[in-house]
């Protein structure tokens, strides 16, 4: 019987079960292009160069609305050291005017924009079968790497203020990668 056991093991685990598993960290960024506020579709690249956090969040899930709060406050506290927030709702009956009066809502200052669920799932490689708690939260160094991610299951460390601001301020304080030292000379156009 325990090598019956450990055989369907093994080919659970060669077919991919549904397990929530976390991406791998740190990872290059996947592309991912937003629609901003105005309707007008953003390539997130061109933050590049700064530290980013990105909330994928829903815009009635009340864990989500607080989230963007926090984050609204450490961008306040160092958006001008190179710090940028964006939050990417990504409901099924979202659009522009919906993200535009969430932005305005909650008072944002930062980017607030919008996409569809398979791409939120591309980006975090999420597979379809696996839920996961929301917000999401996706932590970008100046390079482009994803230095850190929430886990499927939630990530009480991302989710947690001064974990995250601590966070943010180690990849500030990191030398930027060789040609990423200065910001082009042309400002990125707002989200928001």
């Known amino acids: 019987m325990h090598v019956r056991t450990l055989v369907s093991l093994a080919v659970l685990l060669a077919l991919g079960s549904p397990v929530a598993t976390a991406a791998p960290v740190p990872r290059e960024t996947p592309a991912l292009t937003v629609t901003d506020v105005m309707g007008q579709e953003q390539?997130?690249?061109?933050?590049?160069?700064?530290?980013?956090?990105?909330?994928?969040?829903?815009?009635?899930?009340?864990?989500?609305?607080?989230?963007?709060?926090?984050?609204?406050?450490?961008?306040?506290?160092?958006?001008?050291?190179g710090f940028q927030s964006i939050a990417v709702a990504f409901d099924n009956s979202v659009n522009a005017q919906v993200v535009r009066e969430l932005a305005q809502l909650l008072k944002l200052d930062y980017p607030v924009g919008y996409t569809t669920p398979e791409e939120v799932d591309r980006y975090l490689l999420r597979a379809p079968t696996v839920r996961f708690q929301l917000p999401q939260i996706v932590v970008i160094d100046r390079a482009g790497a994803i230095r850190a991610q929430s886990r499927p299951?939630?990530?009480?460390?991302?989710?947690?203020?001064?974990?995250?601001?601590?966070?943010?301020?180690?990849?500030?304080?990191?030398?930027?990668?060789?040609?990423?030292?200065?910001?082009?000379?042309?400002?990125?156009?707002?989200?928001?």
Do not use: W, Y
């Open 43 to 81: 390539d997130l690249s061109q933050f590049k160069g700064d530290v980013m956090v990105i909330e994928f969040m829903l815009i009635r899930c009340s864990g989500c609305l607080q989230m963007a709060q926090t984050i609204n406050r450490l961008h306040a506290e160092m958006g001008s050291r």
């Open 153 to 192: 299951s939630g990530e009480m460390d991302l989710m947690n203020e001064n974990h995250l601001r601590n966070l943010v301020r180690e990849l500030l304080e990191e030398v930027p990668p060789l040609g990423n030292s200065d910001k082009s000379a042309v400002a990125p156009a707002p989200l928001n």
